[in-house]
C-alpha cells in the first residue's frame, strides 16, 4: 500500500465525496445547529456492519427520507455510524486503508448530511487492535502468539500499526466528513500477549529479564501480564493525544477501557467512557457495569444489542419492554443508554427498528430529567479489587469468571433492598468514610497500605464484611478468630435464618477467640451435630468487622436460593441496622438512592421480574407489574411534594420524626419517587 501526505488524503477524501453528489461541509455551516457535546449526551443509537470483501451494496438502500423519518421518530442525540470494523474493510471510500469493494453509495456521507440538518452528532464505529485486513497485507504488524505463530486477526501495540494506518486513518475519517468523534472497538478486549520481536525488545529493556513467561506457571507471570498491560494504556494514549493535538475538538473513546474490563485509574485522555454489555445476560451484567461507570466520575454510557439469537436462532429484534427493562439498569445509574442495530447489508433501516428505537428512546426522554447525571447518595460499597482482578486474570483486558463472586454480592445486596455502589481500590480509597458499609467480596490480594486504610476505616465507626475464605485471610489479626491449617473442599449445610441452605466448596475452619459466631455449617442437614462457624463478627475500634469463611457470594451467583439471601440478610442487619431507605416489595426489586441534578432527592425502582436469562429465556415481551411497594426514607425535613415519575402521579405518604413513608401503588418496569 502506497501512504500519502495528510493534504493528499483529505483531498482526495473530499473529491470523493464531491462526486457522489455531497460535499463536506455545507455553505451554510452557520445555520446548524450545533449537537450537543458527548459529556452532556444521553440517548443515542449505534448502527455498525464490519464492512467486508464480500460486500455488494453497501449504501444501496440509503436515501435522504429513510434517514430524516429514523431521525425525527427516534431523536437520538447522536448517531454512531461504521467506518471500519474487525475485518479491516472500510464502508467509505478510504484513501488510506482498504474500502470494501461493495460500496454503491457513501453511507456515511448521507448520514453526515442528515445528522447535521436535524443538529445531532455523527461518530463513527472503528475497529482498532482488531484489523484483519492490515495483517493480510502486513503481517509483520501482527502480534505473535507464544509458539511464534502471528496473529492473523490482533496487531502488535508495539508495532507501526497505530502510526501507519489507525491514526492516519482516523484523521482522514474524521475531516472528510466533519465527524464528531469516534467509537474505537476491538480494543483493550481484543489485544492480546505478544511475543513479536518488539515486544521481547521492549519487554527486556523494561524489566531486565532475558526470557519470556510462555505459560502462567512460568517465572515473572504476573510482571508479563501487567507488562502488557502498561503497553496498551501508552498505545491507547499514544493515538488519542496525537489526534487530540490534531483536532482538539474530536471526542473519543476506546470501547471498554476503564470499566469493569480495565478497572483502572483513567491515565488516557478520553473524552467518555463507553462498553456494549452481553446480547443475552444483559440486564443481570448491566447492574454491575453501570455501578461501576456511575463511580469513575467521567462521562459515560452503555450500549445494549437491539437483537438476540438462541441457541438454533439466528438473530431476532428485542420486544420494546426488553429493552427497556435493559435501559432502567443504566438510567438508575446516571449513565446514558445507547442500543446496537445492523442495517441491511446495503443500509436500509427495517420499520420494525424504528419502531422499537422510537418506544425505547420516548422510554428514556421520560425519565432524563431525573436520571441523567444523577449522583449516588452512598449507601453500601461493594469492592471491585483491581488488584485482585489484576492477579488472578490471564486475559489482558476480558475477564471472565473472575466476576461471579463480585456479582454474587452485588445481587444478593439489591435483592435485599440496599443502594449499592461498585468502586474500585483507587475509586473508594478516599471515600471509605462515606460508606456506612463496604463489602469486599473473595478478593486474594489487597495492597497493604489499602488494607490498612479499611483497618482505619473500621476503626473510627465504619462496618466491614469480608464476604469468603480468601478475604477474611487477608484480615487474620482482626477477625476474632484463630485460622485453623488451610481452607479445604468441604461439604457445606448452612443454618441460616430462611432455612438449610447448600454451600459446598472451600472452607476455612476457625476456632473463635472473641469473635461472635452469627452462623454456623455442617457436614450434613442434620444439625443436632457439632457445626463449625461459618460466618463471624467483631467489634474493632467504633466499627464492626464480619467474615464469611466460604463461599457465600459463588453460591449466590449460580443458585440465588432465598436462604442464602437471608443469610446476607442477617449479616446486613448487624452491621447496617438502619439504612437510610428501607422497601417491603418482592427480591426483584432493585432500587438506587439518587440525587438529581436539579437537586431533588429521588430512589429508583427497577422491576426486574421476568428477566431474560440466557440459554432459554433470550427475549421477554412482558414485565408483570408488582405493587403496592411501600418506601421507607430518611428525610431531614418535612417534604413539600412526593411524586411519582414520570407519571408525575402523587403517592400517599406520611412523614414523622424524619422518615419519609410512602407507597407506590403499581411498579411496572421502572420509575422514581422524587421527594422535594
Avoid at 438508575?332 to 447489508?345: A, N
Avoid at 420494525?352 to 428514556?364: A, H, P, W
Avoid at 422491576?607 to 440459554?615: D, S
Wanted: charge should be neutral.
Amino acid at each position: 500500500m502506497r501512504y500519502q501526505s495528510s493534504s493528499q488524503r483529505i483531498y482526495q477524501g473530499a473529491a470523493v465525496l464531491f462526486l457522489l453528489g455531497y460535499m463536506a461541509i455545507p455553505a451554510a455551516a452557520e445555520t446548524i445547529r450545533k449537537p450537543l457535546p458527548r459529556k452532556d449526551s444521553f440517548w443515542g443509537v449505534h448502527l455498525d456492519l464490519h464492512p467486508n470483501d464480500k460486500d455488494t451494496e453497501l449504501g444501496a438502500a440509503i436515501t435522504e427520507e429513510m434517514l430524516r423519518t429514523f431521525l425525527d421518530r427516534v431523536r437520538p442525540d447522536y448517531v454512531q455510524y461504521d467506518c471500519k470494523g474487525h475485518a479491516g474493510y472500510t464502508g467509505y471510500p478510504s484513501k488510506v486503508g482498504w474500502p470494501s469493494p461493495g460500496i454503491v453509495r457513501d453511507s456515511l456521507a448521507y448520514w453526515r448530511k442528515a445528522t447535521r440538518e436535524k443538529g445531532i452528532g455523527l461518530y463513527i464505529h472503528y475497529s482498532g487492535v482488531w484489523d484483519t485486513k492490515a495483517l493480510e497485507e502486513h503481517p509483520e504488524w501482527a502480534r505473535v502468539d507464544a509458539e511464534g505463530k502471528k496473529d492473523k486477526d490482533i496487531t502488535s501495540v508495539f508495532g507501526p500499526y497505530v502510526d501507519r494506518l489507525l491514526i492516519p486513518q482516523l484523521k482522514e475519517a474524521i475531516s472528510s466528513y466533519d465527524l464528531d468523534g469516534a467509537w474505537v472497538d476491538g480494543e483493550c478486549w481484543a489485544a492480546k500477549w505478544d511475543y513479536s520481536a518488539a515486544a521481547l525488545d521492549s519487554w527486556k529493556r523494561a524489566t531486565g529479564f532475558q526470557e519470556a513467561p510462555r505459560r502462567k506457571e512460568d517465572p515473572h507471570w504476573q510482571e508479563w501480564k501487567q507488562f502488557h498491560r502498561q503497553a496498551f494504556e501508552r498505545y491507547l494514549a499514544h493515538w488519542v493525544d496525537a489526534l487530540h493535538s490534531w483536532r482538539p475538538e474530536a471526542q473519543l473513546t476506546s470501547n471498554w477501557m476503564y470499566t469493569t474490563l480495565a478497572p483502572k485509574p483513567v491515565v488516557a485522555r478520553l473524552d467518555f467512557l463507553s462498553g456494549d454489555y452481553s446480547a443475552s445476560n444483559s440486564v443481570d451484567r448491566a447492574r454491575l457495569d453501570a455501578r461501576y461507570l456511575a463511580s469513575t466520575g467521567m462521562p459515560w454510557d452503555l450500549m445494549a444489542w437491539g437483537f438476540d439469537k438462541s441457541r438454533i436462532s439466528g438473530w431476532s429484534l428485542k420486544p420494546t419492554v426488553h429493552l427497556q427493562q435493559e435501559a432502567a439498569v443504566v438510567l438508575m445509574q446516571g449513565g446514558g443508554f445507547q442500543v446496537y442495530h445492523t442495517p441491511t447489508r446495503s443500509g436500509y433501516l427495517a420499520p420494525g427498528i424504528i419502531d422499537q428505537l422510537s418506544e425505547v428512546g420516548r422510554f428514556c426522554r421520560e425519565r432524563q430529567k431525573w436520571s441523567h447525571k444523577s449522583t449516588s447518595i452512598p449507601q453500601v460499597a461493594v469492592l471491585l479489587s483491581t488488584d485482585s482482578l489484576m492477579e488472578l486474570s490471564d486475559a489482558l483486558h476480558s475477564p471472565g469468571r473472575e466476576y461471579d463472586e463480585l456479582q454474587g454480592a452485588v445481587h444478593a445486596l439489591l435483592e435485599l433492598h440496599y443502594s449499592v455502589d461498585v468502586l474500585a481500590e483507587h475509586q473508594i480509597r478516599d471515600r471509605l468514610a462515606e460508606y456506612p458499609v463496604v463489602v469486599v467480596p473473595n478478593a486474594q490480594r489487597l495492597e497493604d497500605g489499602f488494607r490498612q486504610k479499611l483497618l482505619g476505616y473500621v476503626r473510627q465507626g465504619g462496618s466491614l464484611f469480608l464476604a469468603g475464605e480468601k478475604s477474611a485471610r487477608l484480615f487474620p489479626d482482626v477477625l476474632g478468630v484463630a485460622l485453623q491449617g488451610s481452607p479445604s473442599k468441604q461439604n457445606a449445610e448452612l443454618a441460616a435464618p430462611g432455612g438449610v441452605v447448600n454451600a459446598e466448596g472451600e472452607w476455612q475452619k476457625v476456632e473463635l477467640q472473641g469473635a461472635r459466631a452469627l452462623a454456623w455449617r455442617y457436614p450434613t442437614r442434620d444439625q443436632r451435630k457439632t457445626g463449625d462457624v461459618a460466618l463471624s463478627v467483631k467489634p474493632e475500634g467504633e466499627g464492626k468487622i464480619a467474615a464469611a469463611f466460604g463461599p457465600l457470594s459463588a453460591h449466590f451467583y449460580y443458585g440465588h436460593h432465598p436462604a442464602l439471601r437471608s443469610l446476607w440478610g442477617q449479616v446486613m442487619q448487624e452491621l447496617f441496622p438502619d439504612p437510610a431507605v428501607r422497601v417491603d416489595g418482592p427480591p426483584t426489586v432493585d432500587i438506587s438512592l439518587r440525587r438529581a441534578p436539579t437537586g431533588p432527592l429521588t430512589l429508583h425502582l427497577l422491576n426486574r421480574a421476568n428477566m431474560p436469562i440466557p440459554e432459554r429465556y433470550h427475549f421477554t415481551d412482558f414485565v408483570p407489574p408488582t405493587g403496592p411497594v411501600t418506601v421507607r426514607l430518611r428525610v431531614g425535613r418535612k417534604p413539600g411534594h412526593v411524586r411519582w415519575e414520570p407519571q408525575g402521579d402523587t403517592v400517599r405518604w406520611s412523614w414523622k420524626d424524619g422518615t419519609l413513608s410512602a407507597v407506590v401503588p403499581r411498579l411496572e418496569v421502572h420509575g422514581i419517587l422524587v421527594v422535594e
